[in-house]
């Protein structure tokens, strides 16, 4: 047994950490196996002394506990001298401490404010046209012709009738023609009348033209020179808002120039200003505006934009189609254009005559006649005016 034991003694195998499938049953040189890091087979001891030591645990290694000195060979600590404090300065602030209560002003620059559609018109350095009624011609016409009769008979059958009237007539008969006298001498009054306060344009005037029209105007007329150029007011309105501009102060005021016609003919037009809230229409000019387009009726003052839309293309087309027939028909266009006079005329003096439509405006004390059945002129279609000045809508 022994000779057993030293015969495989020196043979004993160290393999490397494989898996038992790949482990070879021959024996390998050294030089081979020394390779790879090696570790005791637990299966090829053949004494029983190299399988009690393979079964033997590893022997744990504890960590080196460290090293304590005792306290007499522990050195004294050395005490180094305070380093000098030096003291920073401090800056006490001016002001007094901010108590909870105060407010920090912002850094940010102060929004400019919001201007109403008046105070843009008011910084302009010209007049702006709100409204400019059509034509009366034929309705001044009308109403001048049906006037002058009434009051030629009027005259002509007093002279001849009341105060020379021929022998051989009843005493009655004078003064009954005196009541036909006073009768159709109403009529001619009231004819005449209707030609008179209407509405023919508005302006928005700014405050500092105004002043300067009316100072150079007044100059003149101290001077015994014609009235100013057109073009003299507007470089001196346009120096005066300059001026104001460079003040930096609030924008002008604005005034409503309101210009009517008279009764009597050949007269120029009466021109008044008035602040804007002393203006005051009983409608919606942008309604009314849109209902004449649209030939139905009175509308609504909201309108979807979907049907302004679908208003304005059928405008289009429909002019268009007009366009299109009045070239394709020149030999009857005299004839056309001909019987639209007469039209034109006659819806004038039907006018003239009933006063039909025309609505009821104030400017201030006074009230005029505003031309709402003929068409015309509005700026923005009407909402410009409804912007400024005062609308009092039937409830």
Same mark, same amino acid.
Request: hydrophobic fraction near 40%; include cysteine.
């Given at each position: 047994?022994?000779?057993?034991?030293?015969?495989?003694?020196?043979?004993?195998?160290?393999?490397?950490?494989?898996?038992?499938?790949?482990?070879?049953?021959?024996?390998?040189?050294?030089?081979?196996?020394?390779?790879?890091?090696?570790?005791?087979?637990?299966?090829?001891?053949?004494?029983?002394?190299?399988?009690?030591?393979?079964?033997?645990?590893?022997?744990?290694?504890?960590?080196?506990?460290?090293?304590?000195?005792?306290?007499?060979?522990?050195?004294?600590?050395?005490?180094?001298?305070?380093?000098?404090?030096?003291?920073?300065?401090?800056?006490?602030? +001016?002001?007094?401490?901010?108590?909870?209560?105060?407010?920090?002003?912002?850094?940010?620059?102060?929004? *400019?404010?919001?201007?109403?559609?008046?105070?843009?018109?008011?910084?302009?350095?010209?007049? +702006?046209?709100?409204?400019?009624?059509?034509?009366?011609?034929?309705?001044?016409?009308?109403?001048?012709?049906?006037?002058?009769?009434?009051?030629?008979?009027?005259?002509?059958?007093?002279?001849?009738?009341?105060? *020379?009237?021929?022998?051989?007539?009843?005493?009655?008969?004078?003064?009954?023609?005196?009541?036909?006298?006073?009768?159709?001498?109403?009529?001619?009054?009231?004819?005449?009348?209707?030609?008179?306060?209407?509405?023919?344009?508005?302006?928005?005037?700014?405050?500092?033209?105004?002043?300067?029209?009316?100072?150079?105007?007044?100059?003149?007329?101290?001077?015994?020179?014609?009235?100013?150029?057109?073009?003299?007011?507007?470089?001196?309105?346009?120096?005066?808002?300059?001026?104001? +501009?460079?003040?930096?102060?609030?924008?002008?005021?604005?005034?409503?120039?309101?210009?009517?016609?008279?009764?009597?003919?050949?007269?120029?037009?009466?021109?008044?200003?008035?602040?804007?809230?002393?203006?005051?229409?009983?409608?919606?000019?942008?309604?009314?505006?849109?209902?004449?387009?649209?030939?139905?009726?009175?509308?609504?003052?909201?309108?979807?934009?979907?049907?302004?839309?679908?208003?304005?293309?059928?405008?289009?087309?429909?002019?268009?189609?007009?366009?299109?027939?009045?070239?394709? *028909?020149?030999? +009857?266009?005299?004839?056309?254009?001909?019987?639209?006079?007469?039209?034109?005329?006659?819806?004038?003096?039907?006018?003239?005559?009933?006063?039909?439509?025309?609505?009821?405006?104030?400017?201030?004390?006074?009230?005029?006649?505003?031309?709402?059945?003929?068409?015309?002129?509005?700026?923005?279609?009407?909402?410009?005016?409804?912007?400024?000045?005062?609308?009092?809508?039937?409830?």
């Amino acid at each position: 047994m022994s000779c057993f034991a030293r015969r495989l003694r020196p043979q004993v195998f160290f393999l490397p950490n494989q898996p038992p499938c790949s482990v070879a049953t021959q024996a390998m040189p050294i030089r081979i196996l020394l390779r790879a890091p090696l570790r005791p087979s637990q299966r090829l001891f053949a004494t029983a002394r190299g399988v009690k030591l393979s079964a033997e645990p590893a022997p744990q290694t504890r960590p080196p506990a460290p090293k304590t000195q005792s306290p007499a060979a522990k050195p004294a600590p050395q005490t180094r001298p305070p380093a000098p404090k030096t003291r920073t300065p401090v800056v006490k602030p +001016t002001s007094p401490a901010l108590s909870t209560t105060t407010t920090i002003p912002s850094t940010r620059a102060p929004r *400019h404010p919001i201007l109403s559609y008046a105070d843009m018109l008011s910084s302009k350095g010209h007049p +702006t046209l709100l409204y400019e009624a059509p034509s009366h011609f034929w309705l001044r016409l009308s109403c001048f012709g049906a006037g002058a009769f009434c009051i030629s008979y009027t005259v002509v059958q007093y002279w001849t009738v009341y105060l *020379h009237p021929p022998a051989g007539l009843s005493w009655w008969v004078p003064h009954a023609y005196g009541v036909v006298c006073m009768f159709m001498a109403g009529m001619g009054v009231y004819f005449a009348a209707s030609a008179g306060g209407i509405v023919r344009r508005i302006r928005a005037v700014p405050a500092v033209v105004a002043q300067a029209s009316s100072s150079a105007t007044a100059t003149a007329a101290r001077a015994g020179k014609p009235r100013p150029a057109t073009a003299a007011i507007r470089a001196t309105a346009t120096a005066a808002t300059a001026t104001a +501009t460079a003040t930096t102060t609030p924008p002008p005021p604005l005034l409503l120039e309101v210009s009517t016609s008279r009764a009597v003919p050949f007269f120029p037009d009466k021109t008044t200003r008035v602040a804007p809230g002393e203006v005051k229409l009983s409608f919606r000019l942008a309604a009314m505006l849109a209902g004449q387009r649209t030939d139905a009726g009175p509308p609504s003052s909201q309108s979807s934009a979907a049907e302004r839309l679908r208003a304005m293309r059928s405008e289009q087309e429909a002019a268009e189609r007009a366009r299109k027939y009045e070239m394709d *028909h020149l030999m +009857t266009a005299p004839f056309r254009h001909a019987g639209r006079a007469a039209a034109a005329s006659w819806a004038g003096v039907k006018r003239g005559l009933s006063r039909e439509g025309f609505a009821k405006i104030r400017v201030g004390p006074v009230q005029y006649k505003f031309d709402v059945g003929g068409g015309g002129w509005a700026l923005d279609e009407g909402k410009a005016l409804d912007r400024i000045v005062h609308v009092q809508t039937p409830r």
